[in-house]
T-cell receptor
Framework: EPEVTQTPSHQVTQMGQEVILRCVPI?????FYWYRQILGQKVEFLVS????????KSEIFDDQFSVERPDGSNFTLKIRSTKLEDSAMYFC????????????FGDGTRLSIL | DAKTTQPPSMDCAEGRAANLPCNHS???????VYWYRQIHSQGPQYIIH???NNETNEMASLIITEDRKSSTLILPHATLRDTAVYYC????????????FGKGTLLTVNP
């Protein structure tokens, strides 16, 4: 069964450094998302992406964050200057279409900021 | 999207049916009911969704009341691997499809 894959599974970065989290969505999907989950807290929406542009973003998704679909298969989340509070699990998801089509999630990247 | 209410935790014996309730009394006519689960710290796993009719797939059944104000997720024969946090989420079909996760129900399947 097709799945969303994320790399790396664990990323350790010094505070202030840039980090890029990578995702390969399911191949025929058109909508892409990033969520995050701080340890012990709820899963939170960050951003949705469709037709090469951001559809919606949350308050968390400030100027330090950006997303890109550099080619036909990858979807990336960049954090420009990481802070300690960016430490979290980051989940990528993709869906075929609108609300009637489910989002499928990857297993996440654990980001640890030192 | 409508707010949902779920019990914080439930227990179930292995091999028995697990029935997980969810209240969504403010749901609107074009909002779907979605169920996801999260096993340990893995990514949320899609289980099932529905609009008005009851739905069944290889993982579970979804029973939605006629007034659509509540629903029940049924795992027909729970196994130890079904121990997870289960999330009931409503999602408008025409929205930008962001999922709003609550705290969910921690289902513990006991041997």
């Amino acid at each position: 069964e097709p799945e969303v894959t994320q790399t790396p599974s664990h990323q350790v970065t010094q505070m202030g450094q840039e980090v890029i989290l990578r995702c390969v969505p399911i191949s025929n999907h058109l909508y892409f998302y990033w969520y995050r989950q701080i340890l012990g807290q709820k899963v939170e929406f960050l951003v949705s992406f469709y037709n090469n542009e951001i559809s919606e973003k949350s308050e968390i998704f400030d100027d330090q964050f950006s997303v890109e679909r550099p080619d036909g298969s990858n979807f990336t989340l960049k954090i420009r200057s990481t802070k300690l509070e960016d430490s979290a699990m980051y989940f990528c998801a993709s869906s075929e279409g609108q609300g009637a089509k489910p989002q499928h999630f990857g297993d996440g990247t654990r980001l640890s900021i030192l | 999207d409508a707010k949902t209410t779920q019990p914080p935790s439930m227990d179930c014996a292995e091999g028995r049916a697990a029935n997980l309730p969810c209240n969504h009394s403010t749901i609107s006519g074009n909002e779907y009911v979605y169920w996801y689960r999260q096993i340990h710290s893995q990514g949320p796993q899609y289980i099932i969704h529905g609009l008005k009719n009851n739905e069944t797939n290889e993982m579970a059944s979804l029973i939605i009341t006629e007034d659509r104000k509540s629903s029940t997720l049924i795992l027909p024969h729970a196994t130890l691997r079904d121990t997870a946090v289960y999330y009931c989420i409503t999602l408008w079909g025409g929205s930008n499809y962001k999922l709003t996760f609550g705290k969910g129900t921690l289902l513990t399947v006991n041997p």
